[in-house]
């Protein structure tokens, strides 16, 4: 049976030409800070989204607690959006290694809007927590692959700081904003005091994160990042494979952007599910509420046909487009999701 795998944009397998550049690269122990590749991975990363310094961490999951550990103490709150990443699917690690709580925000399709910061701030005062950063995710992944607009970012983030909110964005897929907004990373990054992003996803690597910031910020979390069990020795073929796609899979976003699209409009008002639009990116959410069928129901009978999806809410599944699915792979998705998929049948009088 063909398989077409639409679950995530982490299932990616390296290239060759990905793996004849991880088999070539130069390492030291970068624990040591004797890797040449990570250290050429990390001057292009900060170069890339203009700031000082970067590190290189294995997942978008530790680059996150580690900028939340570095810009609070235990005891701080930090703003974030009810679907963000860092508080639906990262294990509360906040919690548990930060020591931190959350403001929790309900975004439209995941992003916040400027006047939704004051609101949720705590008052100077020893019963509260103390309000300290504004965590922010550009795409957002559970708000379907959505963007800030650089406007809505800016106004966002200047909210925050009137405040007296440090800003952290989670860029586990900044790529795909740059490409669909034909922006580059700087222009998305001078608004944030810190950044990650991952090389696992859209960028099809088989492992990899970076944190950028300021140098200080870098230099402790480099010590966190020990701390964690994070410091990786001759890291340098997994840089090799970053470096290779920060040339090659970046521009070919676009193509993930144009499936997700063709996607969208093959499932659109298929048996009753009706897609969340705008699809901005390269991910594409499924409303099933007014189908006849359940998420789980949904991926289910897609699954036995091929078509790999992931219920993602009680009336949500998702569907991600990536570098190992091609324009015919979608195209037959969409083919075998019309032969399967059943309208509701009305009751029996
Ligand atoms: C927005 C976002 N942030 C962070 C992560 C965590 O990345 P990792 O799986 O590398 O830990 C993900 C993973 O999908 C993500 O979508």
């Known amino acids: 049976m ?16 990905m793996r004849a550049a991880m088999a070539a690269a130069e390492v030291g122990d970068d624990v040591f800070g004797e890797d040449p590749t990570v250290g050429a991975l ?26 939340c550990k570095l810009h609070t103490q235990p005891g701080d709150e930090v703003l974030v959006e009810r679907t963000s990443h860092l508080y639906r699917y990262e294990a509360a690690g906040f919690a548990v290694y930060a020591g931190v ?19 949720v701030m705590r008052m100077h005062d020893v019963h509260q927590a103390r309000s300290r950063l504004l965590w922010l995710e550009d795409t957002h992944n559970a708000g379907g692959g959505s963007c800030y607009p650089l406007d809505q970012l800016a106004a966002v983030v200047e909210a925050g700081r009137a405040n007296g909110l440090a800003v952290h964005l989670d860029g586990a897929r900044v790529w795909n904003a740059c490409i669909a907004q034909d922006v580059s990373l700087t222009a998305i990054a001078r608004h944030v005091d810190s950044l990650n992003f991952c090389f696992s996803k859209g960028l099809g690597c088989p492992v990899g994160s970076v944190l950028v910031g300021p140098r200080p910020f870098i230099n402790d979390a480099r010590h966190i990042r020990k701390m964690l069990g994070g410091g990786m020795r001759q890291a340098g073929v997994l840089a090799a494979a970053a470096l290779h796609a920060l040339d090659h899979h970046v521009a070919r976003l676009a193509d993930d ?14 048996a009753g599910l009706r897609v969340r639009r705008p699809v901005e990116t390269n991910i594409v959410l499924l409303d099933t509420s007014a189908s006849a069928y359940t998420p789980m129901e949904l991926v289910g009978t897609l699954i036995g046909a091929g078509i790999r999806c992931l219920p993602l809410t009680a009336t949500t599944v998702r569907l991600v487009t990536h570098l190992d699915v091609s324009r015919a792979d ?19 009088p």
């Open 2 to 17: 063909r398989i077409v795998d639409l679950r995530s944009d982490t299932l990616t397998r390296p290239t060759d030409a």
């Open 42 to 67: 990390e001057a292009r990363a900060a170069e890339l989204a203009g700031k000082e310094a970067a590190l290189f961490v294995p997942s978008g999951t530790m680059a996150n607690l580690i900028a």
């Open 101 to 119: 709580s959350v403001a929790l925000i309900d975004g439209t399709r995941g992003l916040l809007a400027p006047d939704q910061i004051a609101p």
């Open 257 to 270: 952007h144009r499936h997700a699209a063709i996607l969208a409009e093959g499932f659109d008002g298929l």
């Open 330 to 348: 979608v195209e037959h998705a969409i083919a075998t999701a019309r032969d399967i998929v059943r309208s509701k049948i009305p009751p029996s």
